[in-house]
């Protein structure tokens, strides 16, 4: 299982902070998946989960409190942080 974590507007617009999901299958060519198989995985949650977590949009994510790329590779009891942009003032 991996926990996911929808930090800030993410959080409020699809109505969850946190979520266990199970560990994605790996693309056919890779040993393990990655970031990218389990956005494909919550884009299947509908619409909301598509368009708010969609590839290239204004969200960074983190994969055991580090800063990763949607290649990096997941491990069960990983968690993944997904964070919108933050301003400050």
Known sequence: MLTVLLLASLRERLGCARLEVPLPSPAPDAQAPTVREL??????????WAEALAEGGPWRVAVNQRFARLDQAVADGDEIAFLPPVTGG
């Open 39 to 48: 956005l494909a995985d919550l884009h299947t949650r509908g619409n909301d």
